[in-house]
């Protein structure tokens, strides 16, 4: 309903918070997800998550096919550190070119990769630029004088007491002799002075990109690549490497994507963020926590509004250096769907972390947020047949996988969902983000628009149900007349009056409730515009039968021809995506319902004469 005092007050200010979006990244469109493998899926029975184990989850993340909706919807997987390394965690390399053998070898790395690329899953990797481990041979060489590989770090005669960024030691002896290393002894920084370092990363690029055929990578510390003196972070030099090294990857694969790790304030990512396709936006990730936390959205808007108006960015909720968002949030369900809602409909990348959808638990130390996946009720939730390499959550039983999936209210559904609702609306995925005031600063308003599309989105940020929530829209074609709004995550409609091309709306917004509107110009039941499921009934109208194709249904579906007023005459099951029906000797109008057992449906008008 229309308040015209308040309207014409709010129409100034949602006027002015409009942005556009800026360039296109090679995966323009897709959700993210983050994998230890280590963690994910382990084949072998030895315990740790492998290849094999990830090939074998693929169709959970994306099974291929885009009429069906039982899988994540996934279109992109950032893998952590895949080469060879005598840690866990994989961040301090002993090769390059090599996987880990603990993961497998590399034929069955490429048939993974053949799989994904199958499913239309593009796969990137984690690079670490900056140290090797001490294991590597170039630093075993280094450390013992080798005249060609000395110079692969930084030595030093004499004990230099200059402390890291953080206060941190970054000098380490050896053999009478000192190396640098701003992260920790154990990783030694690679000396990008010396031109064969350059050489041989760019070697290995190449190596990976063209020769193996991933699809990009996830840069590790970008930062710290360069010193000099005391300037140990953000040196010219790093950020002129990146320049080189992201036009070297595009000439090697045009489609190559570069994300980067660049943990610092909005205005450094501004600096980097022209050498890669994204940075990692850590202030509209954050911004996404204590909007949630705090039940004030402020510094979200913030964040945006400066990232919507430099660079092109990806975003997250909390990744494997951050405490997981379930315990950050107690493991409140209704905290962390509303989470998911903000990063899934936002502008950026959206990246989830290997779990967040089930919610998994896990605070630092750093192996406790990297535990294995809880797929099943089965012991060790199914992520392996053998002794697991890190015991799993305690909570398993109640949260994972197949548990979640069987309860469409679960956070798991709510993330399924948003992810599909994503990849199926341009105007959430890659259209304008425009900020709407409303009469309540804790529900969070968003009008998501391209041309001929509009997706309007609340989310309330607080855990205080609002009786009315008053505030002004306009549609993207300025259109006025009556039209209906849909919330698809209610499935309830409103009637909205635009005399003048603005409309306003009065809702009411339960704690941390997500509404998606989306217009539903249906005049009745069988035009559902927008929905993910649909369809189509042939000829029409039809005399002895019809044809029912139908998609966005999961499995086994009910038919059914009713009468206007409700009356089932026929009823049918069936798990193609078609069937062919009898009509009974009649005439006049009726309703094909196909319905599923989660008690979605669609239904069409079908004349029988
Ligand atoms: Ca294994
Ligand atoms: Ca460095």
Not at 6 to 14: E, F, G, P, Q, R
Not at 381 to 409: E, H
Not at 460 to 468: K, L, M, P, V
Request: with cysteine; aromatic share 14%.
């Amino acid at each position: 309903m229309l308040k015209k005092l308040w309207a014409k007050t709010l129409l100034t200010l949602t006027l002015s918070l409009s942005f556009i979006s800026i360039a296109q990244s090679p995966i323009q469109g897709k959700t993210a997800y983050e994998i230890f493998v280590r963690s994910f899926q382990d084949f072998n029975g030895d315990g740790k998550g492998d290849f094999d184990g990830l090939q074998s989850r693929l169709d959970y993340l994306n099974d291929g096919n885009p009429n069906t909706y039982s899988d994540l919807g996934i279109g992109l997987i950032w893998l952590m550190p895949i080469n060879p390394s005598p840690s866990y965690h994989g961040y301090d390399v002993t090769n390059y070119k090599a996987v880990n053998p603990e993961y497998g070898d590399m034929e069955q790395f490429k048939e993974m990769l053949a799989a994904a690329h199958q499913r239309g899953i593009k796969v990137i990797m984690d690079l670490v630029l900056n140290h090797t481990s001490t294991n590597h041979p170039w630093f075993v060489k280094s450390a013992a004088n080798d005249s060609f590989y000395r110079d692969f770090y930084r030595w030093e005669n004499t004990a230099i007491n200059s402390s890291g960024p953080w206060g941190q030691q970054v000098w380490h002896s050896k053999n009478g002799k000192y190396y640098y290393g701003v992260f920790w002894s154990g990783m030694p920084d690679l000396n990008y002075n010396y031109k064969p370092v350059r050489d041989s990363i760019f070697d290995m690029a190449k190596f990976w990109l063209k020769e193996v055929g991933v699809d990009g990578f996830r840069l590790d510390a970008v930062t710290y690549l360069y010193e000099e003196g005391n300037t140990l972070k953000h040196h010219p030099k790093t950020l002129a490497f990146w320049k080189e090294f992201k036009d070297s990857c595009k000439t090697w694969n045009p489609n190559a994507y570069l994300v980067a790790e660049v943990w610092d304030p909005q205005d450094v990512i501004k600096q980097y963020a022209p050498n890669f396709d994204h940075c990692f936006e850590f202030g509209v990730s954050g911004g996404n926590l204590t909007a949630i936390n705090e039940g004030n959205p402020n510094n979200l808007r913030n964040a945006l509004t400066y990232a919507l108006a430099n660079y092109d960015f990806s975003n997250f909720l909390t990744n494997h250096d951050q405490d997981r968002i379930a315990s950050v949030f107690g493991n409140n369900q209704d905290k962390l769907k509303a989470a998911a809602s903000l990063l899934l409909t936002q502008p950026g990348t959206p990246y989830l972390y290997y779990g967040e959808e089930v919610a998994m638990l896990g605070a630092k130390p750093d192996e406790n947020i990297r535990r294995p996946m809880q797929w099943s009720t089965s012991s060790y939730a199914g992520f392996t047949t053998g002794f697991p390499w890190r015991p799993l959550n305690t909570n398993y039983a109640q949260y994972n996988v197949a548990t979640l999936k069987a309860d469409s209210n679960s956070i798991w559904n709510h993330y399924r969902k948003l992810i599909h609702f994503r990849n199926q609306y341009e105007a959430v995925h890659s259209g304008v983000y425009k900020n709407i005031i409303s009469t309540q600063n804790e529900v969070l308003i968003a009008h998501r628009y391209v041309k001929g599309q509009d997706v309007y989105v609340m989310v309330n940020t607080s855990g205080n149900a609002f009786e009315s929530v008053q505030f002004t829209l306009s549609r993207e074609d300025n259109k006025n007349g009556n039209f209906q709004l849909k919330d698809v995550m209610s499935n309830q409609s409103f009637n909205v009056s635009s005399p003048n091309s603005f409309f306003g709306l009065n809702l009411n917004m339960q704690p941390y409730q997500t509404r998606i509107l989306i217009f539903d110009n249906a005049t009745g039941l069988d035009n559902q515009v927008g929905s993910t499921r649909n369809l189509n009934v042939y000829p029409n109208p039809a005399s002895d039968k019809v044809r029912i194709d139908w998609f966005g249904f999961s499995q086994q579906v009910s038919i059914e021809l009713m009468t206007l007023d409700g009356k089932v005459l026929i009823n049918e099951s069936a798990e193609n995506n078609f069937f062919e029906l009898n009509l009974p000797k009649t005439t006049g109008v009726y309703f094909i319902k196909v319905s599923d057992y989660s008690g979605n449906s669609v239904y069409k008008k079908l004349v029988i004469q």
